[in-house]
């Protein structure tokens, strides 16, 4: 119900709308990202440690974001979408046989594949390391879990299967390590 009363259920990426759809241009729901930012999160004027607000040198109050900042957030919420309706349950018209049980999945070409800049002048997950910076076979470590997501190296690409998105999991293989093992 949140994705419908934040208006991100079917956000669909600039990318998307101008390439694949109509050819418009267009901008994600950016509804969503300032509730987070307003009300769940920082609210909208820094604060010191002990709760009062923050002023610069000329007395003015400090926002904690811009409209560019949420231009950015937003397009973290693209591209989620529900399932389809189930017949045990939403078909006795009383949710208008749209699913609310199951939760959404992310369909991959709506998704925005950019950056997206945090609050610092950075990027979101720029504190994780790459790939090159771990120790050599640090993803072989027992205990590991795999998850076969495609054979594609691109995001849009690496989605799960159809059957793991309606909890039907028979045929897919699932495999740990044993951490007992000599990798």
Request: include cysteine.
């Amino acid at each position: 119900l949140m994705a419908e009363h934040l208006t991100y259920l079917a956000s669909k990426s600039h990318g998307y709308v101008y390439e694949d759809d109509d050819g418009r241009m267009t901008s994600p729901d950016e509804n969503f990202a300032r509730e987070i930012m307003q009300l769940f999160t920082i609210g909208l004027i820094a604060l010191d440690e002990d709760g009062t607000q923050q002023r610069d040198e000329n007395g003015t109050l400090i926002e904690t974001y811009t409209n560019e900042d949420i231009m950015s957030f937003s397009r973290a919420w693209t591209g989620f979408q529900r399932h389809d309706p189930r017949g045990n349950y939403e078909d006795d018209n009383t949710s208008g046989s749209r699913n609310r049980l199951d939760p959404m999945y992310i369909d991959e070409r709506w998704r925005d594949r950019f950056p997206k800049s945090d609050l610092t002048g950075g990027y979101i997950g720029d504190t994780y390391p790459l790939c090159v910076d771990v120790p050599d076979k640090m993803f072989l470590r027992p205990g590991g879990k795999y998850r076969l997501l495609g054979a594609d190296p691109l995001p849009e690409g690496m989605v799960d299967h159809p059957d793991l998105r309606y909890g039907d999991i028979y045929g897919i293989k699932r495999m740990v390590l044993d951490p007992a093992g000599d990798i």
